[in-house]
C-alpha cells in the first residue's frame, strides 16, 4: 500500500541534542512538507521541498534543517538552536501536477525534549 | 497578509444531523485553493475536500460539502447526517503560490449519540 512513513511514533531527548526525524514515502509524489503543531493549534510550515536536491524555509524553519537526497525521503532535524522543540512533528507530500495538489499526511512524531 | 481563521472552537451535533463548520480565508492572490482535513485523536490528517478559486460550484464528497463564497471569503464545511465516527478536530487551509499552505487554528467537533 502506498503512503507516507515516519518513525518513531514518539521521541524523547535531553535538551542540547540534534534529534532527526524520518520521513518516508512510496507515493512518487515531487512534492514533500513538515509541519509542526502545538497543543491545541493548527500546523505551522517548517520546511518544503519541490525536487530532489532542492528545499524552501517555510514560516517557521529556525532551529530545524532538513534535506532532499532522494525523492522518497525528506527527513527533518531538529537543531539544539530550536528554543522549544517539544511538539507533534507531521510530514506530508503531494504531486506538483494536476489540479488540486492536496497533500497526504504521515501518522506523526510527537517529541519531547527535556 | 494571508490568513485562514476558524471562529468555532468547539461545535457539538447531535448523531444524523447536519453540522457546518466556518471558516474565513484573506488573499490577494486570484489563484488559491481551499482544503478540509480532518485530526482524528490518532493525530493523522485526513484528507476531505477541495475547492480551487476558479470552480463555479460548490465541492461535495460523499457526507461533505463545501459552501464556497467567495465575494465573502468563506468555505464553510457542511457535514450532514453525522456520525459518531466525525468526533474529531477539522481544520481549514489555503494552498498559496509555490505549494505553500497555511491552517487554521481548528475546530474540534463533537458528535452526541
Known amino acids: 500500500d502506498g503512503g507516507i512513513t515516519q518513525s518513531p511514533k514518539y521521541l524523547f531527548r535531553k535538551e542540547g541534542q540534534n534529534v532527526t526525524l524520518s520521513c518516508e514515502q512510496n507515493?512518487?509524489?515531487?512534492?514533500m512538507y513538515w509541519y509542526r503543531q502545538d497543543p491545541g493549534q493548527g500546523l505551522r510550515l517548517i520546511y518544503y521541498s519541490q525536487i530532489v536536491n532542492d528545499f524552501q524555509k517555510g514560516d517557521i524553519a529556525e532551529g530545524y534543517s532538513v534535506s532532499r537526497e532522494k525523492k522518497e525521503s525528506f527527513p527533518l532535524t531538529v537543531t539544539s538552536a530550536q528554543k522549544n522543540p517539544t511538539a507533534f512533528y507531521l510530514c506530508a507530500s503531494s504531486l506538483t501536477g494536476g489540479s488540486t495538489y492536496e497533500q497526504y499526511f504521515g501518522p506523526g512524531t510527537r517529541l519531547t525534549v527535556t | 497578509a494571508q490568513k485562514i481563521t476558524q471562529t468555532q472552537p468547539g461545535m457539538f451535533v447531535q448523531e444524523k444531523e447536519a453540522v457546518t463548520l466556518d471558516c474565513t480565508y484573506d488573499?490577494?492572490?486570484?489563484?488559491?485553493?481551499l482544503f478540509w482535513y480532518k485530526q482524528p485523536s490518532s493525530g493523522e490528517m485526513i484528507f476531505l475536500i477541495y475547492?480551487?478559486?476558479?470552480?463555479?460550484q460548490n465541492a461535495t464528497e460523499g457526507r461533505y460539502s463545501l459552501n464556497f463564497q467567495k465575494a465573502r471569503k468563506s468555505a464553510n464545511l457542511v457535514i450532514s447526517a453525522s456520525q459518531l465516527g466525525d468526533s474529531a478536530m477539522y481544520f481549514c487551509a489555503m494552498r498559496r503560490a509555490g505549494f505553500k499552505t497555511i491552517f487554521g487554528a481548528g475546530t474540534r467537533l463533537f458528535v452526541k449519540a
Open positions: 488573499t490577494s492572490d486570484p489563484s488559491y485553493g
Open positions: 507515493l512518487n509524489h515531487d512534492a
Open positions: 475547492q480551487g478559486s476558479y470552480d463555479q
